[in-house]
């Protein structure tokens, strides 16, 4: 978050989707964004891994963006990195994950997309995508994965990644494999989350949907 402000909260400069999950998020992510597409919205995509260029991981209108727009944004969030870092504002380098999120999000706001989709990396409370401001927000089916980070049980699973401030939520696609786990997950991290959270946030932006 740090970051993302340092480079002028590109991440609020356009409505999105933000979609979590264990099976199936970035399936989710690439049709919801084709369906956008289809509909005439210029469209970012941001999904992870990547298969063979880095790039894959950041598209705008279904198209990697390029070698030469991925360096010269790189070049300005690298630059607020050691500034923030000098000045004391971050103890620690970002990870990977959160600097390739951050271009991501500067990405999307320079190419000035209208809409877009951001699937969670590991997922979990401390995820970096979690910082963006979502339209609507989906967790697809949950399941055992990063269990070392996560927790050993669906139930610590699903407290991880279920956000409490999100407009709207699609729990019923992760209840049909552990409807009970899932549930008491979601109850325990919001109940923990109340004392934070006064509400759904109100969105900043007009949805185009």
Known sequence: KILAEALG???LAMPCAHIAGT?????????????LRAAGLRTGLYTSPHLQVINERIRINGE???DEVFASIWTGV????????ASGKLAAHPTFFECVTALAFVAFADLKVDFAIYETGMGGR????????PEVAIITPIDFDHESYLGHS????????DRDDIKRISEEASLWRHPRAIRKGFRQQRKRLQSYFCGSKTSRHKSPL
Do not use: C, Q, R, Y
């Open 9 to 11: 909260s590109p991440h």
């Open 23 to 35: 099976n199936g998020k970035g399936s989710t992510a690439a049709m919801l964004e084709s369906i």
């Open 64 to 66: 990697n963006i390029s």
């Open 78 to 85: 690298s630059a607020s990195i050691e500034s923030l870092m």
């Open 126 to 133: 401390l995820d970096a995508t979690n910082i963006v401001a």
């Open 154 to 161: 669906i139930v610590e699973i699903a407290g991880e990644k």
